[in-house]
C-alpha cells in the first residue's frame, strides 16, 4: 500500500519549522527519520495534508559538552550516538541502548529525537532517558521549554510536545564513572523488548551507593523502578543483594497483555532482567 497524497516541505532553518507547523496545524506531520512515520503513512493509518522534513536543518544534529550535562540533537542518528565518546563517557547507559537497538540499516537512519518523541512505551531509549533524568528542549510559536524526562511522557505514544512544537535536543546530565547496562528480552533478534531494564549505579568499595533504573513495556510509559533503586542504596554487591532489591521491579507497574506474555509474565521478566542488569553495571 502507498501513503495517500501531501504536500512535502523540507525548511532548513528550525523557525521555518516551526511556522510551518504553525501555519498547517492538526494537517501536518513532522518528519525525522521516518523509521516509526513511513510504516504509518504506508498502511495509511495516518495520512496528513502536509509533511515537514527535518532532515535539512543541521542545527538539530549531533552531540555536544555543556558543562553538567550533555546535548543529544534530536536530529542525531542513533549510529552517531552509540558511537560519540562524550556519550560513552557520560550517558553510558544511552550507548549501552543504542548498541542493540533495533538493526544497523534503522541505527543509520532513525533518529534519537525521533523515537523519543513517538514514545512507544517499548522503545529502547525512552527507559535510559528516564533513568539518567534528562531533560527535552522543544520550541514552538511561544518560544522554547525544557521538559524533564519524569514529565515528558504522558501516555500511550503520547508526550508533552504541543501541537505547534518541535524537540529539539535532549539534554542528559553528566553519570561519569557510573558503571551501566541495558537488559531486554526478545522472542526474535530486533524486535521490540517484551520487557527491557536500564540500570546505572555508583559503586564504591564493593557497595552500591546509587543505582536509577528504568523499565520499558511495563506501562504506558517508561517507569522509574523507585522501589529497587532504594532498596539498592547502600547494599552490597551479592548476588543475593541485588536479587533481593530486584524482586520489587514490578511493584506499582501495570503492564500489558498480548501474544508475547501475559502481564505476569513481564513481571517475571522485569524481576529477572532488573536482577541481571544491576549486577553487570556493577561489574559481577
Do not use: C
Not at 532532515?55 to 549510529?79: F, K, N, Y
Not at 501474544?259 to 532488573?274: F, I, M, P, S, W
Request: glycine share 12%.
Amino acid at each position: 500500500m502507498i501513503p495517500v497524497q501531501f504536500d512535502y516541505l523540507a525548511p532548513t532553518t528550525l523557525e521555518e519549522a516551526v511556522a510551518a507547523l504553525s501555519q498547517h496545524g492538526d494537517d501536518a506531520k513532522i518528519l525525522a527519520g521516518g523509521q516509526s512515520l513511513l510504516p504509518v503513512l504506508r498502511m495509511r493509518l495516518n495520512a496528513p495534508e502536509v509533511l515537514i522534513d527535518l532532515g535539512r536543518i543541521p542545527s538539530l544534529r549531533g552531540v555536544r559538552d555543556d558543562g553538567d550535562a550533555i546535548v543529544i540533537g534530536a536530529m542525531t542518528e542513533h549510529s552517531v550516538v552509540g558511537s560519540d565518546p562524550l556519550v560513552a563517557e557520560h550517558a553510558g547507559l544511552v550507548a549501552k541502548a543504542v548498541e542493540h537497538l533495533a538493526d544497523a540499516q534503522i541505527r543509520h537512519r532513525g533518529t534519537f529525537g525521533g523515537a523519543l518523541a513517538h514514545a512507544d512505551p517499548a522503545g529502547d531509549l525512552g527507559g535510559p532517558v528516564l533513568a539518567l533524568g534528562g531533560e527535552f528542549v522543544v520550541t514552538g510559536s511561544g518560544g522554547t521549554r525544557t521538559v524533564p524526562a519524569s514529565e515528558f511522557f504522558t501516555g500511550l505514544f503520547e508526550t508533552a510536545i504541543g501541537d505547534d512544537e518541535i524537540l529539539t535536543e535532549v539534554r542528559i546530565p553528566k553519570h561519569t564513572g557510573w558503571g551501566a547496562h541495558h537488559a531486554k528480552f526478545v522472542r526474535i533478534a530486533h524486535q521490540w523488548p517484551i520487557v527491557a531494564v536500564a540500570a546505572t549505579v555508583r559503586v564504591s568499595g564493593g557497595v552500591i551507593e546509587e543505582a536509577k533504573i528504568a523499565l520499558a513495556n511495563m506501562g504506558s510509559t517508561p517507569l522509574r523502578a523507585s522501589a529497587v533503586e532504594s532498596a539498592l542504596a547502600g547494599a552490597a554487591i551479592t548476588a543475593e543483594a541485588v536479587g533481593a532489591a530486584a524482586e520489587h521491579a514490578a511493584d506499582g507497574t501495570s503492564p500489558p497483555s498480548d501474544l508475547n506474555g501475559d502481564a505476569e509474565y513481564r513481571k517475571h521478566l522485569a524481576r529477572v532482567l532488573t536482577r541481571r542488569a544491576v549486577l553487570a553495571a556493577a561489574g559481577a
